[in-house]
């Protein structure tokens, strides 16, 4: 199936993966730590590297098996050596 998509060899299983709802959060996979926490900023650690996100009113919705949501306006994510 990824190779149909053409996205095989971009695809690193050992990454954070995520995906951003404006205006309402976000959903994070293959997360291994939550190395920052507050209300405008969060940040993941992953197998190789993490990710930061930045916000207003960010909050935890669920952690567990790797898998994260954060509720709240995200503005901004960036990928990070964590």
């Known amino acids: 199936m990824l190779k149909q998509l053409g996205a095989e ?24 730590e939550i190395r920052e926490f507050s209300d405008t900023a969060v940040v993941f650690r992953g197998g190789k590297g993490g990710v930061r996100v930045e916000g207003e009113h960010l ?3 669920k952690y567990f098996g790797g898998d994260a ?9 960036e990928r990070c050596e964590c």
């Open 9 to 32: 060899e971009d695809v690193c299983t050992s990454r954070v993966q995520y995906a951003v709802i404006d205006g309402r959060g976000g959903y994070f996979q293959n997360v291994k």
């Open 59 to 61: 909050a935890l919705g």
């Open 69 to 77: 949501t954060v509720l709240g306006d995200i503005s901004r994510v």
